[in-house]
């Protein structure tokens, strides 16, 4: 395999390679700070070593932090030829599929991302405010009244209804008992899994033998819900994700629909829910704010909401950084870097500059109102050609969940704030988000 295919290793960077200062600790142990105490380390080594930083992380080998707008949007901007996404994802090969746009690079990425996208777009997205409110309205009622409780997994299942409901437009009841089981366990899969998928062998034990169970169980009823989908007179008149890939193309194959609908479930999933859970976590400790964000939902205040959703998102960004493996030799920031050097635009540093955010530690949803934050300032749905396929759709379901809850109960913190922790790829609250809710 060339050196352009993978991760470039430390005995085959070349040995004048200047690259920006960073730890010296051992690969393993930044890796496993990293992996566990990514928003406490990341600032740390941010102040020490200066706006551009090279760490040692696994499986991605060398990699420089990007933490200033201009060089972020070099990035973002650049050839699709050099900078590739793709491929730092082929772990997630084994559940995402072949087809998976999150795994593919230059061509063959531009057009799933095309394909998608399109099946995104238009006047649904409207509609689509109102069936997340109904599926808001129905779990909160469901919520314990007057004693602390984790938010976090309520919020997770009203995310699993939105994505299988919008995405992939599921609506007989009988289909829906029995592809939430599975899909909650297919969410969970974590970093163990994923590393056994380097070693086959281990695919016949544990949980990497409960894992193939659990993929060909999950597609088993994909596959069942493509092939009804496919024979429903009304199929051009749905407004769900699947139905109009469909109506696109009726050619594509059924293990290409597949792809496209589990990488929605897991990208989208949990990265709406943890934003959702952060900004209750962090609402319910701002009673002077969580009165305002009230009376615009009961007013239907919707530039507030989005202001306080959009605050959210950039002080507690749920991914943060993207990585784009350098395919052809790239200077940036001022270093000549070569091909199988890994790049990591840093949303979470690069949305705390305090030169662009005022007081960044503080909640204040008004930066949105008062105007627009400079190109490549707040970017948490990355960007350029990589740029969140599923952004607008995150944005109208944390608008519409923020709504539907905060017009019919208060909410209380519990305890101290909640340290951060990483799940997957996602920064969660490490207690679920703990608070108290009561009927208004
Ligand atoms: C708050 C919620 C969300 C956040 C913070 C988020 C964030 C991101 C980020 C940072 C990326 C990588 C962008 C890059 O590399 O430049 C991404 C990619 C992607 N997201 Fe989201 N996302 C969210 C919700 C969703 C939803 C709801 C869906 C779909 C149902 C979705 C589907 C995707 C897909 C398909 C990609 C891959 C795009 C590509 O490679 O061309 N995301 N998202």
Redesign the pocket.
């Known amino acids: 395999m060339a050196v352009t295919e993978r991760f470039i290793t430390r005995r085959e960077l070349p040995a004048n390679l200047e690259l920006p200062p960073g730890p010296r600790l051992p690969a393993a142990i930044q890796t496993l700070v990293f992996m566990t105490h990514r928003t406490w380390i990341a600032p740390r080594w941010h102040r020490r070593y200066g706006d551009v930083f090279s760490v040692h992380l696994a499986p991605a080998g060398r990699a420089v932090v990007l933490t200033r707008p201009e060089h972020i949007r070099e990035v973002?901007a650049g050839p699709a030829s050099t900078f590739h996404?793709?491929e730092g994802n082929a772990i997630l090969g084994p559940i995402m599929g072949e087809h998976s746009?999150?795994l593919l690079d230059e061509d063959a990425?531009l057009a799933a991302?095309k394909r998608?996208m399109a099946a995104?777009r238009g006047e649904a997205m409207r509609g689509y405010s109102e069936v997340v409110e109904r599926l808001a309205e129905d779990q909160v009622a469901r919520w314990p009244v007057d004693r602390p409780f984790a938010v976090h997994p309520y919020l997770n299942e009203i995310s699993l209804d939105v994505?299988l409901r919008i995405?992939f437009g599921v609506t007989d009841e009988t289909r829906l008992s029995e592809m939430r089981p599975l899909l909650r366990r297919l969410v969970r899969i974590g970093p163990l899994v994923f590393l056994g998928w380097l070693y086959p062998w281990l695919d016949a034990v544990g949980p990497w033998r409960r894992f193939r169970r659990l993929k060909d169980a999950t597609d088993r009823v994909l596959y069942a819900e493509i092939a009804d989908r496919r024979t429903v007179a009304d199929l051009a008149g749905r407004t769900d994700?699947l139905s109009k890939l469909l109506v696109a193309d009726p050619a594509q194959s059924d293990a290409e629909l597949r792809d496209h609908l589990v990488?929605?479930?897991l990208?989208?999933?949990e990265?709406?829910a943890?934003?959702l859970a952060w900004t209750f976590h962090d609402l319910a400790r701002r009673p002077d704010l969580l009165r305002h964000v009230q009376r615009a939902a009961d007013e239907d205040d919707d530039a507030y909401l989005e202001a306080v959703v959009k605050e959210s998102?950039r002080l507690r960004?749920?991914?943060g950084q993207?990585?784009?493996r350098l395919a052809t030799p790239v200077r940036i920031a001022g270093y000549d870097l070569p091909a199988g050097i890994v790049v990591f635009?840093s949303?979470a540093l690069v949305q705390r500059r305090p030169s662009v955010f005022p007081s960044p530690e503080e909640f204040r949803p008004q930066r949105f109102l008062d105007g627009s934050p400079p190109p490549a300032t707040w970017i948490?749905?990355?960007?350029?050609?990589?740029?969140?396929?599923?952004?607008a759709?995150?944005m109208v379901?944390?608008q519409a969940v923020l709504k539907a809850v905060l017009r019919r109960v208060d909410i209380a913190p519990v305890g101290r704030p909640e340290w951060s922790k990483t799940r997957n790829i996602t920064t969660v609250p490490g207690r679920g988000a703990r608070i108290i809710s009561r009927p208004r």
């Open positions: 973002f996404a793709g746009v999150l990425h991302r998608v995104f994505i995405v994700v990488t929605l479930l990208a989208g999933h990265t709406t943890s934003t998102m960004p749920v991914i993207v990585a784009r635009p949303i948490p749905f990355g960007g350029g050609i990589r740029r969140c396929l599923g952004a759709l995150a379901e944390a």
